[in-house]
């Protein structure tokens, strides 16, 4: 093979590769044709890659990407010809399977139609109602508190109690709406006589709200007791030596508090639940 042709044929594969083909496939020696190049009604060998560079279409657009075999690599690269792959498709070989495509991210009814009427755990025994969560799927804040009570359980709602109604007086003396925010448990049922949630009962019931904290990905986690805070944050310190400070959950800043229910047994330390809503105040301010 003379230098001309070798010449050329680099050209070609460079060509090529800048388009995003990673590899060409060769069939075996056994299964190549061994005739000689075709010929014209002249008699003269059929035209190659700089020859069909005569016949290009003079009327095609200088950004359109070219046929294969239209332009040789030096117009090609005159004319700045778009790639004929994808970006995403530079990555691996033309021969080889592309990669799966990113996983679509999970709806809040999605994830409560895997929930099922759930019996995962014991708490299913004594529950009347599943307590999946409410507010806005694509809320800037979201609560976690500890688990569902008496009313919460009768009425399928989250924080609807005594607790809830100071969680409301909470959340609009910082100027929102309860409807803005999202408010959800560590588990969905209701543990029976409102005791702390069981580790095994934590631990088969929390993925599911890992899931929903994924699925609306908020600026803010504010973390509702202990039990909440070690569930999302793994910070096992009591709650009044921690609470007001912030953390880092999956990229999403986190607070910790002290649950509304404590501040009802001891009104005396209301301004601990309104110093932490301040500074969620301030944080979601900075963070627009």
Not at 115 to 128: A, E, P, T, Y
Not at 195 to 210: G, H, K, M, Q, V
Not at 263 to 277: G, H, T
Request: charged share 25%; net charge neutral; hydrophobic share 35%.
């Amino acid at each position: 093979m003379d230098d001309r042709l070798l010449q050329e044929l680099s050209a070609w594969l460079d060509f090529y590769r800048d388009m995003g083909f990673e590899g060409l496939y060769l069939p075996p020696v056994s299964e190549r044709t061994r005739s000689s190049p075709a010929t014209n009604s002249a008699g003269g060998s059929a035209p190659g890659p700089s020859a069909a560079s005569d016949a290009t279409d003079s009327n095609e657009p200088s950004g359109a990407a070219p046929a294969l075999g239209m332009l040789p690599p030096q117009s090609a690269q005159k004319a700045n010809a778009a790639p004929l792959l994808p970006a995403s498709s530079r990555n691996f070989s033309l021969f080889e399977p592309a990669p799966p495509p990113p996983k679509l991210k999970e709806t809040l009814d999605e994830i409560r139609f895997d929930l099922g009427d759930c019996h995962r755990c014991r708490l299913s025994q004594g529950r009347k109602t599943i307590v999946f969560g409410q507010g806005n799927p694509r809320a800037e804040l979201v609560f976690v508190g500890e688990g569902p009570g008496a009313d919460e359980d009768e009425q399928g709602l989250p924080f609807v109690g005594r607790a809830g109604q100071l969680l409301n007086r909470m959340i609009q003396a910082i100027g929102l709406r309860r409807e803005e925010v999202y408010i959800c448990n560590v588990v969905k049922c209701r543990p029976p006589g409102n005791r702390t949630p069981a580790p095994d009962e934590i631990e088969t019931c929390s993925p599911f709200l890992y899931r929903q904290i994924e699925a609306i990905r908020p600026k803010l986690i504010c973390c509702l007791g202990a039990p909440a805070v070690r569930t999302v944050l793994g910070v096992k310190e009591g709650i009044t030596k921690i609470r007001g400070r912030f953390y880092e959950y999956a990229g999403v800043k986190a607070l910790a508090t002290v649950h509304p229910a404590y501040i009802l047994r001891n009104p005396r330390e209301e301004k601990i639940l309104r110093e932490d809503f301040e500074k969620i105040r301030e944080f979601l301010r900075a963070a627009r």
